[in-house]
Each structure stands twice: as C-alpha cells, then as structure tokens.
C-alpha cells in the first residue's frame, strides 16, 4: 500500500469515527424521546405538523425531542453519503472497504423506512423495537469501519476463543432486543425494587401476553397497552437475560485477557468487563433511584457503549494477518 492510499485510508477511518460519534448521539436521542413519551411529538414525518421546526406542535417539548433526535440523525445521512461516495471513488485503492460501507447505507435507508413507520403505526413495539436494532447496527458497522485492523499474528489460544466470541455476541444481541421490548412497552417501572420484583422473587406474571409481537393495526402504543402482569413477565425476563448476558461477557472478556498475547486484545478483554460492569451498575441504579431519566438515559447509553466494546474485542480477534498455529511459535517478522 503506498503513502498515499494509507493517509486517504486513515482519513476515512477518521470520518467514520466521526460518523460512530454522530450514531451514538442518535441512539442516546432516541432512549430519550422514548422515556419522554415524544415518540408521537411529531405525528408526521420527516417534518413536523408540516413544518421543519415544531413551532405548530401543541406539545412543543415532546415535538422538540423529537426534531432534535431527527436533525442529528439527518447529519449522520449526510456523512454515510460521504463514505458511500468516497468509498466508491477510492475502490482500487488498497485496505479501503466497499462492502461494509454499502451494507451501512443500506441500513440507513431501512432506518429511514423504520422511523417513518414508528410515528405512522403508532410507536408500535416491533416497529420501534426494529428501529432500535437499525441504530444499534449502523453504529456498530461505523465503529468497525473506523477501527483501524491490527496486523499481527494470532496465537492457536486467540483464535480459539473466536467461536465463544460469536456465541456471546449472539447472547448480547438477544439481551439487547430484551432491552428494547421493555422499554417500548414501557415495563421498565413494573419492578420498583431490586432484586426482587414487587417485594417478590416471583411475581404473578404472564408470559403468554408479554412477548406477543403483532396486534393488530390503529392501535395506539403510546403508555403501553399491557396489563400490570405481562410488564413485569417482560422485566424480569430482561433481568434474567442482563444476568445471563453478563455472566458470558465477563467470562469472556476474563478469557480473552488470560490468553492473548497482543496487548490491544488483553484491553478490549478488560474494556468488555468493565462494560458490562458499568451497564449492571446503571441498571441497579436506575430502580434504586426510582426510575430518573438522566439514569435511565444513561442505561441506554450504556447499552451502546457495551456494543462498541463487543465489536472493538471482535475486531481485536481478527486480526489482519492469519493465525500462529502454535501460541509458542514466533512469526518471523
């Protein structure tokens, strides 16, 4: 690779950084407009009462969450435009990436679909559920464009730990859909108290209710629409899985340090830990504190930030060079 196509390689892992900064400002917006009950501030899209700004809106705060949260994602179109386009103009040259920045705008273009379907449908909890997932997915797919790939060679140990890896970034995925559906169905404050659930370790819950995903259209989500019993069948689930998911992530992230031999992935091993550490931590507090929205929003964000922190390990574990295939042999270098 010459000079010339590294520094336009490294300028575009830059602007993607900036694009993962941007994705995650979005993700932290939405939480908040959820928790706001501002999912319906703007009854329709992309405007709002017909306008660019709320100045028609009858609620003009929950409006203003909402346009915010729009403008701001708005700007990180703009800058996945600029990466399609550069990346797209710069294809021969060698390390820049084409098809993870076609599969990140074609993600965009569905996140466009899934919000306009949010405030049509009525926040409806797949729908909003779904939109979740897109922002997750775009930052992390901007947030793998910007990290810059490691080349060494990896010992028999690292590449070992690879199939438990995807393991538990299957089992983070299905703890972050959890995620989602307690918040969309507003199940968050079905548990005031921790660690049991209404002063019980087994509340009456019901399960068939709570994970029911379509009913039906015109029905208006906002508030929730489940009974008391479903909610908490909802939160405690997402309870056992965050128990579930940290247990993994931290064994993990204790394993990937134990055994690497590169001091990037010894890191990312330690950065997962105290992740997940930091996501438990928010989680306990905000019912501890009764359910504040600077905690709650803080949550989310840690979500996110447990993400980024999955990805980066991911990343770390591939690295661009091959395997040793004994963790004591030296590659000549």
Request: with cysteine.
């Given at each position: 690779m010459s000079v010339n196509e590294q520094q336009?390689?490294?300028?575009f892992r830059r602007l993607a950084l900036i694009g993962t900064v941007l994705a995650a400002i979005v993700v932290v917006l939405g939480a908040w407009v959820r928790l706001t009950n501002a999912g319906l501030g703007c009854p329709d899209w992309p405007g709002c009462y017909g306008h660019v700004y709320p100045t028609a809106a009858p609620a003009a705060g929950k409006a203003w969450h909402e346009m915010i949260h729009r403008y701001v994602a708005g700007t990180l179109v703009f800058v996945i435009v600029v990466l399609l386009a550069w990346a797209v103009a710069r294809r021969k040259d060698r390390g820049q990436p084409l098809i993870p920045v076609a599969l990140l705008f074609l993600m965009v273009f569905l996140q466009a679909l899934l919000g306009a379907l949010t405030v049509t449908m009525l926040v409806t909890p797949p729908i909003v559920t779904a939109h979740l997932f897109g922002g997750l997915t775009t930052l992390s797919l901007l947030w793998w464009l910007a990290i810059t790939p490691e080349r060494r060679w990896s010992s028999a140990a690292e590449a070992g730990l690879r199939p438990f890896a995807?393991?538990?970034?299957?089992?983070l995925i299905g703890q972050i859909f959890l995620g989602g559906w307690t918040?969309?169905?507003?199940?968050?404050?079905?548990?005031?108290?921790?660690p049991t659930c209404q002063r019980s370790w087994w509340p009456p819950m019901d399960f068939h209710d709570a994970f029911v995903l379509w009913r039906g259209l015109g029905v208006n989500y906002e508030g929730g629409v489940l009974a008391n019993s479903a909610r908490v069948a909802i939160h405690v689930t997402h309870r056992i899985g965050a128990a579930i998911t940290g247990l993994t992530l931290i064994f993990l992230g204790l394993a990937v340090w134990a055994r690497a031999t590169s001091l990037r992935l010894k890191q990312a091993g330690l950065i997962l830990v105290a992740a997940v550490l930091l996501q438990i931590s928010l989680g306990i507090a905000t019912v501890h504190f009764g359910f504040p929205l600077p905690v709650a929003t803080l949550h989310n964000a840690g979500a996110a930030l447990l993400l980024l922190a999955m990805v980066w390990l991911v990343r770390a574990l591939w690295p661009a060079v091959g395997v040793v295939?004994?963790?004591?042999?030296?590659r000549p270098q």
């Amino acid at each position: 690779m010459s000079v010339n196509e590294q520094q336009r390689v490294q300028l575009f892992r830059r602007l993607a950084l900036i694009g993962t900064v941007l994705a995650a400002i979005v993700v932290v917006l939405g939480a908040w407009v959820r928790l706001t009950n501002a999912g319906l501030g703007c009854p329709d899209w992309p405007g709002c009462y017909g306008h660019v700004y709320p100045t028609a809106a009858p609620a003009a705060g929950k409006a203003w969450h909402e346009m915010i949260h729009r403008y701001v994602a708005g700007t990180l179109v703009f800058v996945i435009v600029v990466l399609l386009a550069w990346a797209v103009a710069r294809r021969k040259d060698r390390g820049q990436p084409l098809i993870p920045v076609a599969l990140l705008f074609l993600m965009v273009f569905l996140q466009a679909l899934l919000g306009a379907l949010t405030v049509t449908m009525l926040v409806t909890p797949p729908i909003v559920t779904a939109h979740l997932f897109g922002g997750l997915t775009t930052l992390s797919l901007l947030w793998w464009l910007a990290i810059t790939p490691e080349r060494r060679w990896s010992s028999a140990a690292e590449a070992g730990l690879r199939p438990f890896a995807l393991v538990a970034f299957g089992v983070l995925i299905g703890q972050i859909f959890l995620g989602g559906w307690t918040s969309t169905n507003y199940a968050a404050i079905a548990c005031p108290d921790f660690p049991t659930c209404q002063r019980s370790w087994w509340p009456p819950m019901d399960f068939h209710d709570a994970f029911v995903l379509w009913r039906g259209l015109g029905v208006n989500y906002e508030g929730g629409v489940l009974a008391n019993s479903a909610r908490v069948a909802i939160h405690v689930t997402h309870r056992i899985g965050a128990a579930i998911t940290g247990l993994t992530l931290i064994f993990l992230g204790l394993a990937v340090w134990a055994r690497a031999t590169s001091l990037r992935l010894k890191q990312a091993g330690l950065i997962l830990v105290a992740a997940v550490l930091l996501q438990i931590s928010l989680g306990i507090a905000t019912v501890h504190f009764g359910f504040p929205l600077p905690v709650a929003t803080l949550h989310n964000a840690g979500a996110a930030l447990l993400l980024l922190a999955m990805v980066w390990l991911v990343r770390a574990l591939w690295p661009a060079v091959g395997v040793v295939p004994f963790a004591h042999v030296n590659r000549p270098q």
